[in-house]
């Protein structure tokens, strides 16, 4: 009986054949992962993005956004004051009240219409006469200011005479002072509508002392 031959471990693992080389077809691109998750997050930050500044521009547009504007920018005779004497140990009191903690409270400004395209915006002061004036004896160049824009200039008075009706009361005398100055600029048609308007929030008696005031106003 012939033998049969063995094959050693070398011989039968070289034996086998290479592998084939892998063949791409020609044009077709090697599959790549797709960054879905940052594109996700490029366009969440965009819509967070658009959001936030839609919620800015309604703020501003609404007079609710506090801005830093420069104080020499500031029309102070913009309205006809309603305030006639200031007490000096207030205002001596405001400033170093400023001077120490810096302004707490913004003034209410509205834009004015520029008289060319290239001129400087400019804002008529409706309310805060007083820390307009004490910045400007520190020497300071802004001021914190939210510009609202009312209705007509009547809700302008009514929104200076009713920031001072609640923080320093007005005397008499200013009180009525301003409803005839209101009424002598044409912001209202008569002393009793203008009485009505300016001082909505006081009681009637009260309105009724400020229309005997007139007389005096008037001589």
Known sequence: MAKRKRLGPVEAFAAAPPAAPEVKAAGVAAPSSVPIAAVAG???????????????????AEGRLVQKLPLDRIVTDYLIRDRLAVDAGEMTALRESLAARGQQMPIDVLALPRSHPGQAPRYGLISGWR???????LGADTVLA???????????????????????????????RIVMRAVAEGIYPSKKQAQLALFAHVSRAKRSKIGSFGVVVEA
């Open 146 to 176: 939210r510009v609202i824009a009312p209705e007509s200039q009547a809700a302008a008075y009514e929104a200076m005479v009713e920031e001072n009706e609640i923080r320093v009361g007005l005397s008499y005398y200013e009180r009525a």
């Open 131 to 137: 820390r307009v004036t004490a910045l400007r004896a």
């Open 42 to 60: 490029d366009s969440a930050a965009a819509n967070a993005l658009a959001e936030v500044t839609s919620a800015l521009e309604a703020a501003r």
